[in-house]
């Protein structure tokens, strides 16, 4: 049996998103501060709201009462992290009926609330992996959660690679033995470049319309997500910050990074999601690397 979200529910959710947003921003800049020795870096806040002129899901400008929400947007340009971007948003309206057609339980009404957090991270090393991570909860007609994690180095590392993909078995083994090879499989087969027949990194985990008719223990499974996020990733970048690089290894980085670009403006829902709802165009795109190079 599913569920469906009551008003509580969301503000729940939406406060624990925040909250989320600011242990990984505490985090990165841990991080940031011990590799540069100096408190110099800090994160760039900017709280955005959806007002009706970005009303891009709404079919008339006669429901534009109906469409709001914001978010705020967190983004670091530092010497460990050359781009790091932790975004929350918390957004309600109605999709357009063509967008409609796609998401569950939107066919017959439009409706929707949808809150979350964002994150990628792309380092200025090509030896600390870059990474991403979402987890958002969506309610139409219907509740689900969605999200996930999945790293990308430049030159893969073994011990890495094996602690990584470790650290999310223990995670999802800790909810339901079926998660994870479920969801490495989504990753596996989500994070793919068709046009390139190639991965985008080594996978993670991928999850979406999860809705196991126990809205605590899917709330509990997300929180459990973002938390291995962050421990996960420290470990990684700490094992890897003080790597020294060569111009050839950075000129791989660069080039390596435009399949990153390739897939996030031709495949990455989230990057569809947002701009299909009116979102915050520099919000969605954050995901892009600041130098990026094709040969």
């Known amino acids: ?38 408190q110099d870096a800090q994160f760039v806040l900017r709280e955005w709201n959806r007002s009706a002129s970005d009303a891009q899901a709404l079919p008339t400008s006669r429901e534009s009462h109906e469409h709001g929400g914001g978010g705020k947007s967190a983004t670091l340009k530092g ?27 939107a066919q017959h009404d439009p409706s929707f609330w949808a809150s979350g957090v964002s994150v990628v991270i792309h380092p200025r090393s090509p030896h600390v992996p870059a990474i991403h991570m979402n ?51 989504w990753a596996d087969s989500y994070f793919f470049l068709p046009h ?45 910050m003080s790597k020294t690089w060569t111009e050839e290894e950075r000129a791989y980085q660069l080039m390596r990074r435009g399949r990153y670009v390739e897939f996030n403006l031709l495949y990455d829902r989230g990057t569809l999601f947002g701009l299909k709802t009116g979102g915050h165009t520099e919000s969605i795109l954050m995901s892009l690397p600041p130098e990026v190079s094709w040969p």
């Open 79 to 105: 010497s460990l992290f050359e781009k790091a971007g932790v975004n929350f948003s918390e957004v309600f309206g109605k999709f357009s009926p063509e967008f409609a057609r796609q998401i569950p339980g």
């Open 135 to 185: 987890t958002r909860m969506i309610v139409t007609n219907q509740t689900w959660f969605g999200g996930g994690a999945d790293l990308t180095p430049i030159f893969p590392v073994e011990q890495d690679t094996l602690d990584f993909h470790q650290a999310l078995a223990d995670c999802c083994n800790r909810h339901n033995p079926d998660y994870y090879p479920k969801y490495k499989a």
């Open 196 to 240: 390139r027949n190639e991965p985008r990194g080594i996978g993670g985990i991928f999850y979406d319309n999860l809705n196991s008719g126990n809205f605590g223990a899917d709330v509990n499974f997300t929180h459990d997500v973002g938390q291995t996020f962050i421990d996960i990733y420290e470990i990684l970048v700490k094992r890897n």
């Open 1 to 38: 049996m599913t569920y469906n979200a009551s008003s509580n529910d969301k503000q729940l959710l939406s406060t624990w998103f925040q909250q989320l947003q600011s242990k990984i921003i505490e985090s990165l800049l841990k991080l940031e501060h011990q590799y540069a020795q100096n």
